[in-house]
């Protein structure tokens, strides 16, 4: 019989006026924080959670605007929001813990393995935030609609706002028109953001997880990009995957993070 795993459980807390609705599967300490990517949730994780074997406490926050957690103030970027994070851990009393980031999870992680209070572990799968040192040239339809923003400031104010916001609704992309007006400028600032100089000072145990299909942030030349930028991190490519390797391979991925949160240190 397969073992028996403690159950999910959907809590929340608050840091200040800010409410952060978590997932939590019960163990030991230090836990395992996991953090979700853009447009997606602590409940994306739910296979990942389940079938993990480790007997480590599991947490999972919904970033505000995502899931379960309300925006708030807005206005976040991936330095506030690892600000949050390190307040919602010590509200928790977690002084000690391992990290697994997913995408922009995996860019929030890069900001907290060099800040104040790093994980002792780090698994990044297919993490955003990087930018490889040749990138490609913006397509024809990216290079219009900046002509077309541009040209729009020779218009009215109240013409160059609603033209401004029609164009995003028709040109931006699938990410861009499905974020709340609160979250657009976080997501266009996450875009700009090149983490890279944040990545060369990772000095802690880490492994990066990619797959082979990804589309979203290529294996060739992001995944390259990062593993230069952290010599001593180990590369792990999930062929056949894309973007999301710890749902398209769920059981495989388990126990690839299992192995990484249970080494001794």
């Not at 851990?89 to 890069?110: E, K, P, T, W």
């Not at 700009?192 to 880490?206: C, F, H, K, N, Y």
Request: net charge neutral.
């Amino acid at each position: 019989m397969p073992p028996v795993r403690p159950s999910l459980t959907r809590a929340r807390g608050s840091v200040g006026d800010q409410p952060v609705s978590f997932l939590e599967r019960p163990g030991a300490e230090p836990p395992v924080l996991l953090l979700h990517g853009w447009g997606a949730s602590a409940a994306t994780f739910t296979p990942l959670l389940q079938g993990m074997a480790t007997p480590r406490r599991l947490l999972a926050p919904d970033l505000p605007g995502f899931g379960e957690s309300p925006v708030g103030r807005g206005g976040w970027t991936t330095a506030s929001y690892a600000d949050l994070i390190l307040a919602w851990l010590s509200g928790l009393q977690v002084a000690r813990y391992s990290l697994l980031g997913h995408s922009y999870g995996g860019a929030l992680s890069i900001r907290l393995a060099t800040g104040d209070l790093p994980p002792d572990r780090l698994l990044l799968c297919a993490p955003s935030g990087i930018r490889p040192e040749a990138a490609a040239p913006p397509s024809l339809r990216v290079r219009a609609y900046k002509w077309l923003r541009g040209a729009a400031g020779a218009l009215p104010p109240d013409a160059r706002s609603s033209f401004r916001d029609w164009l995003a609704t028709r040109m931006g992309s699938a990410d861009y028109r499905a974020a709340s007006p609160e979250l657009r400028p976080t997501l266009v600032a996450a875009v700009r953001e090149d983490l890279s100089p944040l990545a060369g000072r990772v000095s802690l145990p880490t492994l990066l997880i990619w797959g082979s299909n990804d589309l979203e942030l290529p294996l060739r030349p992001h995944a390259e990009r990062l593993q230069a930028l952290i010599p001593s991190a180990e590369l792990v490519v999930f062929e056949g995957s894309g973007h999301f390797p710890f749902l398209d391979q769920a059981a495989r991925f388990a126990a690839v993070a299992d192995a990484l949160m249970d080494a001794a240190l």
